[in-house]
């Protein structure tokens, strides 16, 4: 791996791992020898970053120089841990790491005392059921509508029948017990709601319908609210 991914890799292990972490974990995190971690630690100390303690000691990043310092209350913190904690219960495990490397990057720039408080955080969030991991590649979805690519699917509705459908993917929808896609159906030349969990096979395609993705999700969310009055489910039908 090149030196400067390595680098960033590094400081994301020492925001993320319980301080102070061990020179053996740190080299393991970013796939290096204890030398060459030593020096690592070394360069990133010469660019700026605050690293407290030693070989034999473990290290803890005090104050990182790649992240402006952040002014946030108690509340405001013990939010933000809560948020993060409710993402490990929606059924997308990448979506919670990244949730989890998005918090420990805020923690690394507050005051000593803020940062002890986003570790013991009195808020926290369990639940008794927990959401299966989807069966298709949510991060295939999510990219597909970033870059507002269309998507190959195959299908299995509520009645057990089976479809092949070319999609243009709008948002994802995270529901109390399942993950929703809300997209245009090129088939049906309509909007449609698609349940995850009842996804066969996703694949992107090169088909882009750039930039209709931000009108295409406003009209469909227009429309699921004149359609849609009554509790408990915002979004209809799904297809």
Known sequence: MA??????????????????????????????SARTLYRDIEALRAGGALIDGAAGYGYTLTEDPALPPQSLTRLEIEALTLGVAELRHLGDGELARAGEMALAKIAATLP???????????????????????????????????????????????????????????????????????AWCTLRQDFRKFIVARMEAVAALPDSFRPRRVPLLRAFTEQIRRDVALPPCPFGSPA
Not at 122 to 133: E, G, I, M
Not at 140 to 167: P, T
């Open 112 to 182: 000593e005392t803020r940062a002890h408080q986003a570790a013991h955080a009195v808020l926290s969030s369990y639940r008794f059921q927990r959401r299966a991991q989807a069966p298709v590649d949510l991060a295939v979805i999510r990219s597909a509508c970033w870059d507002e690519r269309a998507l190959h699917l195959h299908y299995r509705d509520a009645d057990g029948r089976q479809s092949v459908r070319q999609i243009w993917p709008l948002g994802l929808v995270y529901l109390d017990n399942e993950q929703m896609l809300l």
């Open 3 to 32: 030196r400067a991914p390595r680098l960033f890799r590094l400081l994301d292990a020492l925001r993320r791992l319980p301080a102070p972490v061990t020179a053996a974990r740190l080299a393991e995190e970013t796939g290096v």
